[in-house]
């Protein structure tokens, strides 16, 4: 009966009307304030909605039965369950307002506990929480609710009034329009008459950003990229309901630049290309809705290692961020965007000098020039990762891509003029791969993604084992240049491994994975090429590898049709036969048991969206399967399938070589 009356109460709280009350004492509102923001996002499925929201009822009325019980309030192990039980709604979506009111409850919780039992490391626990959910949800309604709890735990618990007048300073600078600016404008009016802190203003409105237009007629306004004065009022947007845009990752060569600007939520964007005005170049900038960019962001970022000269970052108006790039010059880009987590990718071409093109097509063998040199080389005869600086053409792989520029430029000096050209020295091995002279190999997951898992092995282990091996293998038997995009266990995101292979310069790309299977009894391999697919397995697979949900990756199925018009669909799908067509054979004919060859495929990997050369996703096996996983940990499978994919680059190469 007492478990039922609870829940009616618990029913009857959740229809009540948000307020802005405190969370303390007589000031506490009902805990159902953190149930009625916990709104689902857009990242969100409807059964993980259903779930999510089942979970957070559940845990707030076991809470509300240990604060309302003074038996079961006095036994620590319920306390601990009750922190758990919220603990794992974040686990579940990390990134939604769920994640975010859990974070309230947690806090809440903890303080509660707290006050029963007076440990210190209670208290901390509390600020921790309180302080987490406006740095990592500074749009949820919750967020000035946790600044305010902050604000009295910090001036009635830990007596440290500047922190409190910190706490309540951020409510009247970035929640100004919030229901709580007035309660923390009259803490703060308390704080500085008795502790001589200080009391920020509330902000006025904001004046609309300045739009010029040439005193000639032109085809478009000239736009200010930039708020009028960097002293405007769009220092101190209210954050409350925006999404943050964080700091700019970027990749750049002689002639190509990756962009990837990631925000704490999907948000609506647009891009425009400037035309060139007086001394400034055509320039590309892209508009954020609904946004907030931090002052420390906003920066501009001297890059000059290319393509790419400088991006700048500006609130352009309260609820709109600019992101300006400066571009050596513009030949055409392409814009799109990943969800889960949303970040948006710019891949923009620029135009190549006719001297550097033909001075490209004369310089036998691309050079990887880096400031400062962070590569490691690998000679063909040792095993992986030994250091040897007297091989001519040595196995890179990035320490630091961000200060990486790849060039395609010849270092030696030029001849005199009249001189004649001497022909480049090749190995017997080069001059059968003149089509081919840097391959990129993408071992796959790493760091803190650990891929599939199985029979206590991980896929980021495995296939980087392979790749390693694979990498020496390629430079013995073809002559070529190997790149890997990881050479240890580290993380790195999808989009970055692309960036590497287009900075790069490579002529192919080969992505190692393992696969994984609801059902034991599914094992083979297959090699996969990027397109549109309508094969429910093959989506399941490309959902798998890009860490997201097979609905949207039906929604970004849209946005490939548009950005595989000039990909190189046809090459790349050679590729993968003929590697397929090795590995089925090779590994057959080794008389291993149970393999099985799975054919070639297509799908939408995220990793090989954006590739400009020929690119393939390879799925070594499946590591939930019994056989399979015992094959891949062998060392002598290992070589066996760096051996046979070799196999299969030599026969592409063959292939496009022969019309040279």
């Known amino acids: 009966m007492h478990r039922l009356i609870i829940f009616f109460l618990f029913i009857t709280l959740s229809f009540l009307p948000l307020n802005a009350q405190s969370l303390f004492a007589d000031d506490t509102p009902p805990d159902t304030k953190a149930a009625d923001t916990a709104t689902v996002s857009s990242e969100e499925v409807p059964a993980q909605k259903n779930e999510l929201r089942t979970k957070f009822d559940e845990a707030t009325i076991y809470f509300t039965e240990i604060r309302s019980d003074k038996e079961r309030a006095a036994t620590p192990a319920n306390?601990?369950?009750?922190?758990?039980?919220?603990?794992?709604?974040?686990?579940?979506?990390?990134?939604?307002?769920?994640?975010?009111a859990s974070l309230f409850m947690l806090g809440r919780i903890s303080y509660a506990r707290y006050q029963q039992f007076k440990a210190p490391a209670d208290l901390d626990k509390s600020i921790d929480y309180y302080t987490k959910l406006p740095t990592l949800f500074p749009w949820h309604q919750l967020a000035d609710d946790a600044l305010l709890t902050l604000g009295r735990i910090q001036l009635e618990d830990k007596k440290n009034p500047q922190e409190a007048?910190?706490?309540?300073?951020?409510?009247?600078?970035?929640?100004?329009?919030?229901?709580?600016?007035?309660?923390?404008?009259?803490?703060?009016?308390?704080?500085?008459?008795?502790?001589?802190?200080?009391?920020?203003?509330?902000?006025?409105?904001?004046?609309?950003?300045?739009?010029?237009?040439?005193?000639?007629?032109?085809?478009?306004?000239a736009i200010e990229e930039a708020p009028p004065s960097e002293t405007a009022a769009a220092e101190l947007p209210n954050v409350k309901n925006r999404s943050y845009v964080q700091p700019i990752e970027h990749w750049s060569s002689d002639n190509y630049t990756r962009i990837v600007i990631k925000t704490s939520r999907p948000v609506s964007f647009h891009e425009e290309l400037l035309e060139k005005v007086g001394e400034q170049p055509r320039r590309l900038f892209i508009d954020f809705d609904k946004s907030y960019i931090e002052p420390k962001y906003r920066a501009p970022i001297p890059i000059k290692d290319g393509l790419l000269q400088q991006v700048r970052t500006a609130q352009y108006t309260p609820e709109k961020v600019r992101v300006v790039l400066d571009i050596e010059s513009i030949e055409s880009y392409k814009i799109y965007s990943f969800p889960d987590p949303f970040r948006v990718i710019v891949d923009v071409h620029g135009q190549q000098p006719a001297a550097v093109a033909a001075e490209t097509k004369q310089t036998p063998e691309p050079t990887a020039q880096a400031d400062p040199p962070e590569t490691t080389s690998v000679a063909s005869p040792?095993?992986?990762?030994?250091?040897?600086?007297?091989?001519?053409?040595?196995?890179?792989?990035?320490?630091?891509?961000?200060?990486?520029?790849?060039?395609?430029?010849?270092?030696?000096?030029?001849?005199e003029r009249g001189a004649p050209i001497p022909s480049p020295v090749l190995s017997l091995a080069q001059q059968l791969n003149l089509g081919v002279r840097r391959i990129v190999i993408d071992p796959g997951h790493g760091g803190k993604d650990p891929g599939a898992s199985a029979f206590g092995m991980k896929e980021k282990d495995i296939v980087l084992q392979v790749a390693k091996k694979l990498a020496i293998k390629l430079k013995q038997e073809l002559g070529c240049e190997v790149l890997l995009t990881?050479?240890?266990?580290?993380?790195?995101?999808?989009?970055?491994?692309?960036?590497?292979?287009?900075?790069?310069?490579?002529?192919?790309?080969?992505?190692?994975?393992?696969?994984?299977?609801?059902?034991?009894?599914?094992?083979?391999?297959?090699?996969?090429?990027?397109?549109?697919?309508?094969?429910?397995?093959?989506?399941?697979?490309?959902?798998?590898?890009?860490?997201?949900?097979?609905?949207?990756?039906?929604?970004?199925?849209?946005?490939?049709?548009?950005?595989?018009?000039?990909?190189?669909?046809?090459?790349?799908?050679?590729?993968?036969?003929?590697?397929?067509?090795?590995?089925?054979?090779?590994?057959?004919?080794?008389?291993?048991?149970?393999?099985?060859?799975?054919?070639?495929?297509?799908?939408?990997?995220?990793?090989?969206?954006?590739?400009?050369?020929?690119?393939?996703?390879?799925?070594?096996?499946?590591?939930?399967?019994?056989?399979?996983?015992y094959h891949v940990k062998k060392e002598g499978y290992q070589d066996a399938l760096s051996a046979e994919i070799v196999q299969g680059l030599q026969k592409y190469i063959r292939t496009i070589t022969a019309g040279l």
């Open 79 to 100: 306390w601990a369950t009750a922190i758990e039980n919220f603990e794992k709604i974040q686990e579940l979506q990390p990134s939604s307002s769920y994640a975010a």
């Open 382 to 415: 040792e095993p992986p990762g030994t250091e040897a600086s007297t091989a001519k053409k040595p196995l890179l792989i990035p320490q630091d891509l961000h200060k990486i520029k790849f060039s395609s430029k010849s270092k030696a000096p030029a001849p």
């Open 165 to 221: 007048a910190k706490d309540y300073g951020r409510i009247v600078k970035e929640y100004y329009t919030g229901d709580l600016v007035d309660k923390a404008t009259e803490k703060l009016k308390l704080l500085a008459k008795e502790f001589n802190t200080p009391v920020p203003t509330v902000p006025e409105a904001l004046p609309a950003p300045a739009v010029t237009t040439p005193a000639a007629p032109a085809a478009q306004p």
């Open 486 to 629: 990881r050479n240890k266990d580290v993380f790195l995101s999808l989009e970055e491994r692309t960036a590497i292979a287009n900075t790069s310069g490579a002529d192919l790309f080969i992505s190692l994975h393992l696969n994984a299977h609801p059902s034991e009894k599914v094992y083979g391999f297959e090699t996969y090429y990027l397109n549109l697919s309508t094969d429910p397995e093959a989506i399941r697979v490309a959902a798998l590898e890009n860490a997201t949900s097979t609905h949207q990756l039906s929604d970004l199925q849209g946005i490939l049709s548009d950005i595989m018009k000039n990909s190189k669909i046809d090459e790349s799908s050679r590729l993968a036969r003929q590697v397929q067509e090795a590995l089925s054979s090779g590994l057959a004919g080794r008389n291993y048991p149970q393999v099985k060859s799975l054919g070639v495929k297509q799908a939408p990997f995220y990793v090989l969206i954006g590739a400009e050369m020929p690119a393939i996703l390879i799925e070594m096996g499946f590591i939930s399967n019994k056989t399979d996983a």
